[in-house]
């Protein structure tokens, strides 16, 4: 039976891997024991408990990720992307007050709309927080500014290294360049990350083993 976990702020320095495919035993040892990762980016589409029950086994904790909503989107389509999101999240068991991912890149339309309603859903359905990851291309009316005045209070930077910084608050995690890294031990294409304080003292909420 799925160990039910804890939420909890991921540590300064936390290191992390995720790519979008659940990884197996052989392979998460073998990023354990070369990179010391600590948690695992893994998408709430494919993850099960299994796979919670794999990553937990092993002392990883779980940053819940969901797949990217790309090209025009508008606050309504937020509020439904998020709704069913978090009841992914809350049939798996994933503690209250974790932080589910919003990707915003390669988006155009009413981003700031599709954010916040997003970011609401996941709220009103299971008391979830949220951490925005941003990327390119978004559109130029997205600047630090609009970016700090989002719902989301935490945010992750992705290797694309030119995208616009929330202006108060910076990053609570960084995405290593260059993305979608060919591991050259194990063969497959994964992105690594870094948990850092942001500059208010944030950290990202993540799904941890009791």
């Known amino acids: 039976m799925t160990a039910l976990g804890v939420a909890r702020a991921a540590p300064p320095f936390t290191r992390g891997v995720d790519a979008l495919r ?63 999101v978090a009841s992914l999240a809350l049939t798996l068991g994933c503690p209250a007050s974790c932080d589910l991912l919003i990707d915003a890149e390669d988006m155009t339309g009413d981003v700031p709309g599709f954010v916040n309603d997003r970011h609401s859903a996941y709220g009103a359905a299971g008391g979830y927080g949220s951490l925005l990851y941003v990327g390119l291309p978004l559109p130029a009316e997205v600047t630090p500014d609009v970016l700090q005045g989002l719902l989301p209070s935490r945010y992750m930077r992705s290797c694309s290294l030119s995208c616009p910084v929330p202006s108060l608050r910076k990053w609570c995690v960084l995405q290593h360049t260059p993305g979608n890294f060919l591991d050259p031990e194990l063969g497959i294409r994964l992105d690594h990350f870094t948990v850092e304080q942001d500059a208010l003292g944030g950290l990202p909420t993540w799904w941890w083993p009791e």
Do not use: C, H, N
Request: aromatic share 10%; proline share 6%.
């Open 22 to 84: 659940p990884f197996q035993r052989p392979e998460l040892e073998s990023l354990i024991a070369r990179y010391a990762i600590k948690v695992v980016g893994a998408y709430l589409e494919v993850l099960t408990p299994a796979y919670v029950d794999l990553l937990f086994g092993l002392g990883l904790g779980i940053a819940p990720y969901s797949e990217a909503v790309t090209g025009a989107v508008t606050a309504a389509m937020g509020t439904t992307t998020g709704a069913r």
